[in-house]
C-alpha cells in the first residue's frame, strides 16, 4: 500500500507561482511513475504532468507546458510540481497519484494510488 499527501496548494494571483508537494510512504517510492493530475468544479479530471522513477523522462499537458515543472526527490520520497504564470482557468483541486509501471502515463486508470488532493485557486 501507498500513501500519498499533497501540500502547496492556495490562493495566488494571475501571474504568480505555487509548488506543490507530495510525499508517498508505504512503499519503495522510487520504484513509481509519478503523476499530477487536477478537477475542476463540474469538469472531469485530467492530466498535468508524469515523471518516470528515475526523473529521466517527463511530459506535460499542453495547457500547463512551459509553465509548469515536474520533479522528484526520491532520497525524500516526494514528488513536486511548480507551477508559474499561473492562470484563473489553473483554478482546481490537484492530485498526485502513483503508478508501478516504470514510463510516463497520462491517464488516470493506469494509476493504482491517490493523493486527497489540495486546491489551487487563481484569482483575476
Known amino acids: 500500500q501507498v500513501q500519498l499527501v499533497e501540500s502547496g496548494g492556495g490562493l495566488v494571483q494571475a501571474g504568480g507561482s505555487l509548488r506543490l508537494s507530495c510525499v508517498a510512504s508505504g512503499r519503495a517510492f522510487s520504484g513509481f511513475t509519478m503523476g499530477w493530475f487536477r478537477q475542476a468544479p463540474g469538469k472531469e479530471r485530467e492530466f498535468v504532468a508524469t515523471?518516470?522513477?528515475?526523473?529521466?523522462?517527463?511530459y506535460y499537458a499542453d495547457s500547463v507546458k512551459g509553465r509548469s515543472t515536474i520533479s522528484r526527490d526520491n532520497a525524500k520520497n516526494t514528488t513536486y510540481l511548480q507551477m508559474n504564470s499561473l492562470k484563473p482557468e489553473d483554478t482546481a483541486v490537484y492530485y498526485c497519484?502513483?503508478?508501478?509501471?516504470?514510463?510516463?502515463?497520462?491517464?488516470?486508470?493506469?494509476?493504482?494510488?491517490w493523493g486527497q488532493g489540495t486546491q489551487v485557486t487563481v484569482s483575476s
Open positions: 515523471i518516470t522513477w528515475s526523473g529521466g523522462t517527463t
Open positions: 497519484a502513483a503508478s508501478y509501471s516504470k514510463v510516463v502515463l497520462t491517464f488516470s486508470k493506469h494509476y493504482a494510488y
